[in-house]
């Protein structure tokens, strides 16, 4: 899974990716710092790894992982060259979701690119920014199919009014992640590669001070809640400043610290939480004496597929998968007991997998 990480300059992206990632991505007070999209690849944590490796007294855990882009910050004219301009938007391109952190703090030693802080007038600045340059990839694509439908293909002329639909509604200002759509439309827009279509979760980065006085849900903060609740969007309030400081200290440090603040968890736990319920993903489990490892698959993915995420030759051979829930293996202690109990259950090709699935494909090539 990649996650890019975007916003305007200094509201505290590139301090969030040091903290998250520990990849010392450069971090300094001043707009275009960061040239080149920094990636950090962090483990999901998942605590039922630990349980598991204790049963099977595992070799090694194997967590699954999310790539991070640090995506330097786009400022109002980004589309059309301003600042470092579309170069960062087309590595938006590659992103499966946009982590969109906005500052949600006052502070008179951080400059702020337009002087003041407004968290709904930075999002719309990039918003708009994302649909201009949207526009202009949807205009090529329009042209290009002008010649089919004026040949008569049904198919080109359906996909030239979607398009035409979805222009409308990119210049009323609207993001393509608003538009209702069919599945048979939603899979066409996938193509089209547009930004704006890609799912968005804000992190609103609050103070130190707030986080501390329990007034993480500040009036800014609330803005943003609002505007987000119009895209169906999530919001995670963290404070980066405070992250970056946990991430240099251990576990035992971190708990302290984190309790001090009245936390039960890490601003990264939250964000990829809050990613995975965007996103729509989940994990399996597969565990053995070698090695204990957590598979993301999305919500509804039957067992072949989720078989194929582990090698391509399971999911051609896929027989059927052998299966038993976390919390029943865990109840039981052991897998010999669990099969003594009946706990274990055969699947076939149609079975959906769930969240927490312990599973061994059984499968011939």
């Known amino acids: 899974m990649k996650l890019g990480i975007v916003g305007l300059p200094n509201v505290g992206k590139s301090t969030l990716f040091n903290a998250i990632t520990k990849a010392g991505a450069e971090s300094a007070n001043y707009p275009f710092c960061t040239i080149e999209p920094n990636v950090g690849v962090v483990n999901v944590p998942d605590k039922r790894l630990d349980v598991l490796q204790e049963i099977y007294n595992s070799k090694r855990k194997v967590y699954t992982s999310i790539e991070f882009y640090d995506i330097a910050g786009l400022v109002r004219g980004a589309s059309k060259g301003e600042g470092l301009g579309n170069k960062f938007l087309s590595h938006i391109r590659e992103v499966e979701s946009i982590v969109h952190v906005v500052r949600c703090f006052e502070d008179e030693n951080i400059v702020h690119v337009d002087a003041t802080v407004d968290p709904i007038r930075d999002i719309e600045t990039i918003n708009l920014e994302l649909i201009f340059s949207d526009l202009e990839v949807l205009e090529r694509r329009i042209e290009k199919s002008v010649k089919l439908v004026r040949s008569g293909d049904k198919t080109a002329k359906a996909e030239y009014d979607l398009m035409q639909n979805i222009k409308t509604h990119l210049e009323a200002g609207k993001p393509v992640r608003t538009l209702e759509l069919t599945d048979e439309q939603a899979d066409f827009v996938s193509g089209l590669f547009l930004l704006t279509s890609k799912p968005v979760l804000y992190v609103t980065n609050v103070s130190e001070d707030d986080l501390m006085s329990g007034n993480v849900d500040n009036a800014l903060v609330k803005r943003v809640k609002e505007h987000a609740a119009t895209e169906n969007s999530e919001v995670v309030t963290i404070c980066a400043r405070l ?63 989720a078989a194929g995420k582990i090698h391509s030759d399971i999911e051609r051979g896929f027989i059927r998968a052998e299966i038993i829930s976390f919390d029943k293996l865990v109840e039981c202690g052991s897998e010999a007991v669990a099969k003594e109990k009946g706990y274990y259950r055969l699947e076939g090709k149609e079975y959906i997998m769930q969240d927490g699935d312990v599973v061994n494909f059984r499968f011939n090539v």
């Open 243 to 305: 992250e970056e400081e946990l991430s240099s200290l251990d576990d035992e440090e971190k708990k302290e610290l984190l309790s001090e603040y009245g936390l039960d968890e890490t601003g990264l736990d939250k964000l990829i939480h809050s990613s995975y319920k965007l996103l729509g993903l989940m994990s399996y489990l597969t565990a053995g004496v070698q090695e204990i490892r957590a598979w993301t698959i999305k919500q509804g993915t039957k067992a072949p597929q």
